[in-house]
């Protein structure tokens, strides 16, 4: 709760115009969910935007209500762990010990405490529900009913996060598992769904696909991060965020291991399916859940990230449930394994708010990934903004100038040292990296207009003029500079112009932070 606004955050909250006023909420389904920030992701995730604009609404920009929203929806999730354990395993207290062994473990502490984590939490909450509002469906009472929720979660699921695309092939594994009829119509529905959804979204954002060569370069990859995703569900210690793009080849040991333990976890749940479907339902959930994550398509930040773990972790309370719920029913043994079960979940939970204090501060936040990812310049730059922002000048700049040196293809860099020159009051340092920012990535909106304020302000009127005319040449519905032009043609006395340009912005969704401005624009026939 006491955490701030970290990474992402920045843009698809403190930045993002498009949350910010409620009537034009509908846009979000029509646009990349970094589009209100102007720094484009790739990714359709209207639900999750619709939820910041709401929290928006009643907090501002007050992190605390954020955080509170990603709590809530934790434990709703960890219910739907509960109620779906115990339909499986039909014991309540091993289902009990399932859902808080998945709301403690450490594991989930990025899901939970990084606010731009949401869609992790949304697309498990809709999704887990809808699995068990579909195994009540076979139940036969009220069977359409339920079918109906469980459709219903799962478009919901599919609003909210891409993962969510793993809904019909854990269906298909339920039944697989448990050796229940497939109704082949209902399964049709769900691909049906699925269908619609990637139609719409690549109306909003175009679909790409990765070459050949790419994906084969990439699968060795996800065989270390599962590797790497065993042992944290086990010993979860040395926990961070930045795990880096590491490229990783099939003479990697740590690959190996993962190919090793992948086949032996598959070869012990294909010979027990019959004794054990429970242990090959949570084999192959766990697997599944991961594949979105492989790191193939689309190709992630880094090469395995803790909150991927999130809905697999449910394979892993599933099986800890069926341990425990086999172990009271020995009455020797019952008292044992409750204690046992007891201790590991409040060790857990003493991991979890151990790792939670990384998450409050982020200067601490940085610093601490760094140590795991030195070769990281984005860690850099997010830590140079950051002490932009207290005002620690000097550390600003040392981190944008590692930034830089890791990277000198990366716009961020060179524009967030030249908004730490800013600060400082060196307009010419500042403008200087900014027009580097702008060559290095003329799509950099965010340095355009930074780019073109200060020249103005700093007096070279006639130089941001030709730098506007530039940006809007390469940019022409970018309402950000539609807005700063209308400001900007408003001081050099051309009206018509400067009516124009707001007009613009303002159709596309634009709502400037000048009051006085926005009035004088407003009542400008």
Known sequence: MRGAFIWDDNLLIVQNASIKHLPGLGGIFSQDMGAGSFAPYRYYRPLQQASFALEYAVWGLRPHGYHLGNIVLHILASLCVFALSFFICRNYPAALFASLVFVSHPAQTESVSYISSRGDLLAAFF??????????????????????????AYGLSLCAKENAVIFLPLIVLYHAAFRKALCLRKAAAFACLTGAYVFLRSLVIPLSFPSPGLILQRVPGFFAACASYLRLLFFPFHLHFAYGDRAFSYGDPQVWCGILLCAILIWFALARRKKDPLFFFAVFWFLAALLPFAGIYPVPAFYMSEHALYIPLFAFALLFARVIG???SNRKARLIACAAA??????????SVWQNRTWIDPVRFYERNLRYCPECPELYVNLCNEHTVRGDIGKAIAACRQAIALDRENPAGYFNLGNAFRQAGDAGQAIGFYRQAVEANPAYVQAFNNLVVLLYESGRKKEALLKLAQALSLHPDNPQLLYNAAVLHYHENDREKSVAYYRRAHRLGFRGADPEFESIMQNTP
Do not use: D, M, Q, T
Not at 127 to 152: D, K, N, P, Q, T
Not at 342 to 351: F, M, R, S
């Open 342 to 351: 007891v201790l590991a979940i409040v060790a857990y939970g003493c991991l």
């Open 326 to 328: 086999n172990a009271l």
């Open 127 to 152: 999704l887990l529900s809808g699995v068990f509002f579909y195994v009540l469906s076979l139940e036969g009472r009220r069977a359409g009913f339920w079918y109906l929720l469980s459709f219903c």
